[in-house]
């Protein structure tokens, strides 16, 4: 590989205007017009031919010729949060913000598309992926990722790379696992119907409240109960609602959560599972509706492009530099194009926490260590240049 470091840190200042670009002006899910505008508009500067609205708001490009193809991905989308910060580059839109780190994904996909177009690979073309919409979902329950499959993004890819920085994770530092690494979710919502009485007069309803406390009773069992204890898995409620008054008996509850697991089949018997709990309100008299959306699968990373990507954050970042990482029990729509490529792929986190004043992520200070930048460059091109010269191999 060329001396990548050393050319990253060369372009840190840029990396950071377009950093601090993308987090002045935030764009929500598939919303992200103005972001994508300017992101072809620096890949054509490069001499590179950049493809818009790939899955509604995406961007696309390559650099190099033949084959293999290996893929680079960064997502786009900001939250709707208010920035409590009042750094110069914060947010200035309203209710909008970079709080996840999807500006520092783009300023360093940018960064490895200038290095790679400086000095293309000698063999097969990296795909640029800059994804709408990883945080949420269009109304037909698709992310920005499976939008992008479906417009083609993926043909003939054999691996995809990603990072997410961290802003636990000191600078200099990159963890990830082998095999399972971030839970599938699948969100459901339901609804336990009852008949709607006088308080005092409960017999003459049916009590959709008595009824939701059993379904949620069982619910909460279903991973102690239902699925293996060496399966880890998660059943989370976030709404209960249900009522108007003291003296009302209503007719509804609405009960809604998510659904979190590690494999395939264990997510499959969770959604098994909750339908179980909710017919219950049938057994005691009333009865529900119920919605399971299918999300993000689990992410599962391969682990031959998890050596690979080893030995790149080594030779960038120390003998000390990479980690292992425990299992993540949240969920990323990279687990979609992982899928999609015919090799797998592996995904990462970058350490990119600010000394003393760690930032959490989805909050409304949320902030990071732009040294991280060069280093996310850097490894993201090595992965790029270590792949296509050992896709034989691999």
């Not at 910060?85 to 520092?104: F, I, R, T």
């Not at 008996?249 to 909710?278: K, Y």
């Not at 986190?349 to 000394?355: D, F, N």
Request: with cysteine.
């Amino acid at each position: 590989m060329p001396n990548l470091l050393s050319r990253a840190q060369a372009i840190e200042e840029q990396l950071r205007l377009w950093r601090r670009h993308f987090h002045r002006y935030p764009e929500l899910a598939f919303q992200e017009k103005k972001t994508a505008y300017y992101i072809a508009q620096a890949l054509r500067e490069m001499g590179l031919t950049a493809q818009e609205g790939v899955g509604f708001t995406g961007v696309v490009a390559e650099i190099g010729q033949g084959e293999p193809i290996v893929a680079l991905r960064a997502d786009m989308d900001a939250l709707p949060m208010q920035e409590a910060n009042e750094e110069p580059y914060a947010s200035q839109v309203p209710a909008v913000m970079h709080a996840c780190g999807h500006d520092a994904h783009m300023a360093m996909l940018l960064g490895a598309a200038a290095l790679l177009s400086q000095q293309p690979p000698a063999q097969g073309r990296v795909r640029l992926l800059f994804q709408p919409s990883e945080e949420r979902v269009d109304e037909e329950g698709k992310s920005g990722a499976m939008r992008m499959v479906e417009d083609g993004a993926m043909e003939g890819v054999q691996a995809v790379f990603g990072l997410h920085v961290d802003a636990d994770l000191p600078v200099g530092k990159l963890r990830t696992r082998s095999g399972p690494f971030m839970a599938a979710v699948d969100p459901f919502f339901g609804a336990v119907h009852g008949v709607s009485t006088h308080a005092a007069r409960p017999h003459q309803g049916i009590d959709p409240i008595a009824i939701a406390s059993q379904v949620l009773n069982t619910l909460y069992a279903i991973p102690s109960r239902r699925i293996s204890p060496i399966e880890p898995c998660i059943v989370s409620v976030g709404l209960v609602r249900g009522g108007s008054a003291t003296n009302i008996i209503p007719n509804q509850v609405d009960i809604q959560g998510t659904l979190r697991s590690f494999s395939d089949e264990v997510r499959q018997r969770l959604r098994d599972e909750v339908r179980r709990a909710f017919s219950l309100a049938e057994t005691l008299g009333g009865h529900y509706d119920l919605d399971i959306k299918e999300a993000y699968p689990v992410l599962i990373n391969d682990p031959a492009m998890v050596d690979l990507l080893y030995e790149v954050g080594r030779q960038i970042l120390g003998p000390n530099g990479v980690t292992g990482a425990e299992l993540e029990t949240g969920a990323e729509d990279f687990s979609i194009l992982i899928r999609n490529a015919e090799k797998g792929g592996a995904f990462a986190w970058l350490g990119a926490a600010i000394e003393g004043d760690p930032r959490a992520h989805h909050h409304q200070r949320f902030d990071i260590d732009e040294h991280c930048l060069p280093l996310g460059v850097a490894v993201l091109a090595g992965s790029a240049y270590r792949y296509l010269v050992e896709s034989d191999r691999l």
